[in-house]
Every structure is written in structure tokens, then in C-alpha cells.
Nanobody
Framework: QVQLVESGGGLVQAGGSLRLSCVAS????????MGWFRQAPGKEREFVSG?????????YADSVKGRFTISRENARNTAVYLQMTDLKPEDTAVYHC?????????????????WGQGTQVTVSS
């Protein structure tokens, strides 16, 4: 059974940091690009960051560039991390991990085949 399970969300003050984790299991994800998306109440789901299968290429939305860092490990299960620093109230959202069968990163959510349930990030001002 394919599962993507996120963790690490929570409540933090503006300027603080959080590290999100996502563990993908149930099949081999080593050749998949991985991404993080977020969805705030009343808004569409948006691309936050993505990483290629090897970890050699990373991409960020302009709104998080310089503050967020994505990384991955391809061990027995694939794990993807999102280090978030200098958090702002506008970063408040449910953050979802997703897997894309392509080796390269896509910003379009419809390119992603598997999704996690999400983890809530709330940034207070």
C-alpha cells in the first residue's frame, strides 16, 4: 500500500522555524521527483518546492525562496524534508508531500500521482 506520511507541522511565531518530513513507502520512489504543496483556507493548492529524483535539482516558489530548503534521502524508503525558516503568517497552510513519476520536478500539481494527507502549519504574528 502506497503511503506518504507527513509530520513536523505545528504552531510557531513569525520568524520561527519548522522542519517538515515526509516518508514515502509501499513502492520504490527513488526515481520519482518529490514536491511540497500547500493549501490555505479558501485558496487553491500551490507549489512550494520540488526536488528531482537524485536531489541534484531543486525548485522553489518565489514566495519561499531563500527561506525554505528541500532535501531528500533515498534509503529503504524515500524521505523528503522541508526546512522552513523566517516563517511568516502567510505561510499558514496545510502542507502536502507529493510524488511525481517523472525524474524531474514539475510545478503543476496534476503531474503528481501520490499525495500525503498533509500537516498543518500555523504561523502567528
Amino acid at each position: 500500500q502506497v503511503q506518504l506520511v507527513e509530520s513536523g507541522g505545528g504552531l510557531v511565531q513569525a520568524g520561527g522555524s519548522l522542519r517538515l518530513s515526509c516518508v514515502a513507502s509501499g513502492r520504490t520512489f527513488r526515481s520519482y521527483a518529490m514536491g511540497w504543496f500547500r493549501q490555505a483556507p479558501g485558496k487553491e493548492r500551490e507549489f512550494v518546492s520540488g526536488i528531482s529524483w537524485s536531489g541534484g535539482s531543486t525548485y522553489y516558489a518565489d514566495s519561499v525562496k531563500g527561506r525554505f530548503t528541500i532535501s531528500r534521502e533515498n534509503a529503504r524508503n524515500t524521505a523528503v524534508y522541508l526546512q522552513m525558516t523566517d516563517l511568516k503568517p502567510e505561510d499558514t497552510a496545510v502542507y502536502h508531500c507529493a510524488a511525481n513519476p517523472s525524474v524531474e520536478v514539475a510545478r503543476d500539481m496534476y503531474e503528481y500521482l501520490y499525495w500525503g494527507q498533509g500537516t498543518q502549519v500555523t504561523v502567528s504574528s
